[in-house]
């Protein structure tokens, strides 16, 4: 297991807020074995990239979860 800052701990937190967005178009009902390969590299880009945001507000001083709003 990796030792999360307290930095990376809100930038996944902050990246939730995309991560959740996608599942509802998606549909929250479909089951993680039935999403498409398009489908798990779109949450797996949302992730990172709503999580790369994040990092980079945290860097400049900014509020985190303000980056994925």
Same mark, same amino acid.
Do not use: C, H, N, S
């Given at each position: &297991?990796?030792? !999360? #800052?307290? %930095?990376?701990?809100? $930038?996944?937190?902050? $990246? &939730? /807020?995309?991560?959740?967005? #996608?599942?509802?178009?998606?549909? @929250? =009902? #479909? /089951? !993680?074995? =039935?999403?498409?390969? $398009?489908?798990? !590299? ?9 999580? %790369?945001?994040? &990092? $980079? ?7 985190? @979860?303000?980056?994925?709003?």
């Amino acid at each position: &297991m990796v030792d !999360l #800052t307290e %930095q990376e701990q809100a $930038a996944i937190r902050a $990246a &939730m /807020r995309r991560v959740a967005e #996608t599942m509802a178009e998606i549909g @929250w =009902d #479909t /089951r !993680l074995q =039935d999403l498409t390969e $398009a489908q798990v !590299l779109t949450l797996i880009e949302v992730a990172v990239g709503g999580f %790369q945001e994040a &990092m $980079a507000k945290i860097a400049r001083g900014e509020p985190a @979860w303000e980056a994925v709003l």
